[in-house]
């Protein structure tokens, strides 16, 4: 069963969204990566892999969309 607020689980695949607005634009918005982990605290923040860096990245699950 989904938690309420968790979107995301792990393998799925998500781009950045944009943050319209952002002083300089959002150089980060449209990134894609792969979700590794769904964290329980902070509830509702996802870690993904950026493809482009392939570091670790957290971002809460409203600035991610699934592709």
């Keep these: 069963m989904e938690k309420e607020g968790v979107k995301f689980k792990a ?7 944009d943050r319209p607005g952002w002083p300089g634009g959002y150089q980060i918005a449209g990134w894609e990566g792969t979700v590794v982990e769904v964290k329980e605290d902070p509830q509702g923040y996802v870690v993904m ?19």
């Design 11 to 17: 393998g799925d695949r998500v781009r950045v969204k």
């Design 49 to 67: 892999i950026a493809d482009k860096t392939g570091y670790r990245m957290a971002f809460p699950n409203q600035e991610l969309e699934r592709i």
